[in-house]
């Protein structure tokens, strides 16, 4: 079973950066889209960056700019580089797994989450 391990949330000012990490077991960064998305409290799950198995990126407009989403096949870890945060990024984040090599449809697998507070 495909397990996905996030880290790096925490608490951060308006304008700091925070990386965000996640360990994939298997070999299934290395053979699938993987993505990031992220929730608020009783909302649905947003995505936020995707990377395909070419790796191609798509963002959404909101984090365009500031957030870079990339990968370390040796080390099975899928990061979230993110800059220039604002109070609106705060949210719990998730690591998700597609089915394929694109990241079109939804995420098979997902990670347990970690939250990032961006404090005023």
């Known amino acids: 079973e495909v397990q996905l391990v996030e880290s790096g949330g925490g608490l951060v000012q308006v304008g700091e950066s925070l990386r965000l990490s996640c360990v994939a077991s298997g070999d299934i960064i290395s053979s699938n889209a993987m993505g990031w998305f992220r929730q608020y409290p009783g909302k649905e799950r947003e995505a936020v960056a995707d990377i395909s198995h070419s790796g191609g990126t798509l963002y959404a407009t909101s984090v365009k700019g500031r957030f870079t989403v990339t990968r370390d096949i040796d080390k099975r870890t899928l990061y979230l580089d993110m800059r220039s945060l604002k109070s609106e990024d705060t949210a719990t984040y998730f690591c998700?797994?597609?089915?394929?090599?694109?990241?079109?449809?939804?995420?098979?697998?997902w990670g347990q989450g970690t939250q990032v507070t961006v404090s005023s």
């Open positions: 998700a797994a597609y089915v394929g090599r694109t990241y079109f449809g939804p995420p098979r697998y």
